[in-house]
């Protein structure tokens, strides 16, 4: 088991922490060093019981190890093939067919089918064998940079595809699985069976545009497909056997439930941090040496990062254990002054938030609220989903009805916080503004132990004053947008009116970017194409968001739309839209009280 650190016991950490810090270092940092050197290396260290030298040691290593790793993404030349691969992730739909990885003799390609090729792979899972035939060749500038965590070297169009079956039992088993429980929740309408399943076994495929922009901007994205969490509650529901074990036992069921679980959620980087942790505590109690969660988490990296060095550049391993260091260092001091489920919270996002802000920008300040409502729920849908959604998915249909009336209400509040909380008007939080709360914090543990009182008061009065600042840091700009490219769209905001012009939107794009804006109303839409498609495309942005006036050319299939003919004007506030030619596309000129904001 692991124990809380205390404030005293912090500084005992500081060698676990370095070999941490240098194994990421190291795999930041790949060198041509030879593999043997860096084995050496760390060797010689740990011989010498010099935390300094096991420290360079294992950086060396890394180093080395990260080095290889990235060697073998060179691409191979572009050939014809005819061979079998083994799937490693879950095909996607995509515009024109399906994607997926698999592993192709020794190296792992991003598999791209369209056509009878598409649909022959669509119903495949991870861990089961495709026959293909296409050609292998270099990915893309950017398709190489996003796939290097998974170890893709190159792309393979495939012509033709034929499924095989499962590569091996472990496989077989877990995609069974997956299949009875998927089976079970038919009975569920299709964006809370697409919810369920991205939270009980991490298939977020098929989830609404809507909803996941809902859960993106309310803070909650961590729910739509499996997390370090999730690994709790799948030992949570094993726990009554393994209760029942000798210590020996209880290790080598509860290592055999990890691996089954690992496979089942496809060994996404946030469950390998948290599974590494569970491991490591569990040879900890097992030998009777147990450790506190900082230590499990710095041996749980370390390892993870010498086993496969290219797992750092992953942004979910990055923020699961961000996250889970967050809980580590805040949760007790916090909870002495909060709620634990706040301090909970509290802990998490602030952990999180120093990956996420400068990766993804400002994080929503209704993260808080929304967590302390939604994750409650959660829990409960993965370990009912685990055992009677299995269930569900054995007995006939109107049994799995039955067994999944607990899961509609949970899966209904999940998606009702998500959207309520999205909505909130209560900003984001920035670099800038997490700084302030970072001197705020520290200004109120100095409070709690300044004892004059003149002095706790001006003490007071300066950590209220920072945190009044970081909650203005938070909200969002409202000053004007003059022909911003948003999502797909240009918009135009004067006098708090809001203009979007949408030539080639992305609905869920738009609307998350909008929302970061600021916009929670758009008084003038104009569709510019009459697509086919621009319906279902702006489909996310009209049900989440109040749409006063839509024009779109004649014709164009867009519930509500107000044909757009050449004169016509529309007005909103100091802006005013005019239609200055018939298209396609539609010649559109949005113009202010001050003068012209701009055409298209």
Known sequence: MTRPVAGGRLAAEAPAVAVASAAVVGALRPSGLPLLAGLVAVVLAFGARRTALVVVGVGLLASALAGRSLAGLRPPPTRAVLATAVLVSDPERQPGGVRAVARLGG???????????????????????????????????????????????????AAEARRLGPADPVAALANGFRRTVARGAESLSPPRRAL??????????????????DFRAAGLTH???????????????ASPLLGRLSLRGRLVAGLAVLGFFGALTRWEPSVLRAEAMVAVTLVASAAGRPASTV??????????????????????????????AGLALLTAPLSRRVPLPVAVTLAAQAGVAVVMIPAFGPMPLA???????????????????????????LLPAPAGRVLHLPTRPLLGWLAAVAQRAAALPLGRMGLAGLAVVAASSVACVLLARIERAPARLVAAVAALVLAGAALAAAVPDHGPLDGAPIGGATVWRRGGAVVVVARNPDGASLLGA????????????????????TAGRLAPLRSRMAVRLTLAPPRTPVPGAVAAVPG???????LTVTITGPGPPLGVRVASARGAAGAG
């Open 514 to 533: 909008l929302r970061a804006a600021g916009v929670h109303a758009v008084d003038v839409l104009v569709v510019t194409a009459p697509s086919r498609s």
């Open 295 to 324: 230590r499990v988490l710095c041996l749980a990296v370390a390892g993870l990062v010498l086993v496969d060095p290219l797992l750092v550049h992953s942004i979910g391993f990055r923020m699961s254990v961000a996250a889970c």
């Open 223 to 237: 729910l739509l497909a499996v997390s370090g969490q999730n690994v709790a509650f799948a030992l949570t529901v």
């Open 568 to 574: 016509a004007a529309a007005r909103a506030g100091p």
């Open 367 to 393: 993260a808080v609220p929304a967590n302390l409502l939604a994750v409650p729920a959660a829990g409960p849908v993965m370990m009912w989903g685990l055992t009677g959604g299995f269930l569900a998915g």
């Open 196 to 213: 369920f399943l991205g939270i009980v076994l991490g298939d977020d495929r098929g989830q609404d545009p809507a909803e996941v922009e």
């Open 107 to 157: 190296r792992r390609v991003e598999l791209r089918a369209g056509g009878d090729a598409a649909v022959e792979l669509a119903p495949a899972l991870a861990g089961e064998r495709v026959a293909v035939r296409g050609t292998i060749h270099r990915l893309s500038t950017g398709a190489a940079s996003r796939l290097v965590p998974q170890h893709v070297a190159a792309a393979l169009d």
